[in-house]
C-alpha cells in the first residue's frame, strides 16, 4: 500500500525558512505527480506547488511564488517544500499529496486529481 509522510513543520518566525520532506513508500515516486497543499483553520484545502514526474515542469500558487520552491529526488522517493521569507498567513497544515500518472507531463493543481495524501504536518508562523 502506497504511504505518504510528511515531516519538517513546526513554529518558525516571520521572515524565516523552512524545509519539508515528504517519503513516499509502498510505490514508487517516478510513476507519481506529486503536490503540496495547505489548510488553515476555517479555510478551504489549497494548492500550494506541484510538480511533474522529471522535475520539468512545476505550478505554485500565486500568494507562494517567489518564495516557495518544490523540489523532488525520485531516487530516495521524497519530495521537498523549501519555504522561504514565510508570513503569518502561511500557517495551516500542510498535505503532501500524489497524483498516479506513469504517462504524461502536466501539473495539476486541483486536489480532486490526486489519489494518494498524507497526514499532514502542521506549519506555524510567529509574528
Known amino acids: 500500500q502506497v504511504q505518504l509522510v510528511e515531516s519538517g513543520g513546526g513554529l518558525v518566525q516571520a521572515g524565516g525558512s523552512l524545509r519539508l520532506s515528504c517519503v513516499l513508500s509502498?510505490?514508487?515516486?517516478?510513476?507519481?505527480?506529486m503536490g503540496w497543499f495547505r489548510q488553515a483553520p476555517g479555510k478551504e484545502r489549497e494548492f500550494v506547488a506541484g510538480?511533474?514526474?522529471?522535475?520539468?515542469?512545476?505550478e505554485y500558487a500565486h500568494p507562494v511564488k517567489g518564495r516557495f520552491t518544490i523540489s523532488r529526488d525520485n531516487d530516495k522517493n521524497t519530495v521537498y517544500l523549501q519555504m522561504n521569507s514565510v508570513k503569518s498567513e502561511d500557517t495551516a497544515v500542510y498535505y503532501c499529496?500524489?497524483?498516479?500518472?506513469?504517462?504524461?507531463?502536466?501539473?495539476?493543481?486541483?486536489?480532486?486529481?490526486?489519489?494518494?495524501w498524507g497526514q499532514g504536518t502542521q506549519v506555524t508562523v510567529s509574528s
Open positions: 499529496a500524489g497524483d498516479y500518472r506513469p504517462v504524461g507531463t502536466g501539473v495539476s493543481t486541483t486536489s480532486s486529481s490526486y489519489d494518494t
Open positions: 509502498g510505490g514508487t515516486l517516478y510513476h507519481y505527480i
Open positions: 510538480i511533474n514526474r522529471n522535475s520539468r515542469n512545476t
